[in-house]
């Protein structure tokens, strides 16, 4: 849901949508790593490697 958004409108259609199962909320994490390997997350951020990296503690 990009743009603006017309909270009265939208955030109980988002509710709504939310409940259907039909919005889904979970970001797009592409790798999950430990803390011991955060240099090899940071290289993912460097280099544009998939859309998000998940570091686990």
Partial sequence: MMGS???RADIP?????????Q???APPITASLPLKDINEAIRHARTRQGARTKITF
């Fill in 23 to 25: 919005l889904h909320t």
């Fill in 13 to 21: 259609r988002y509710a709504q949508m939310l409940q259907r199962g």
């Fill in 5 to 7: 958004v017309r909270t």
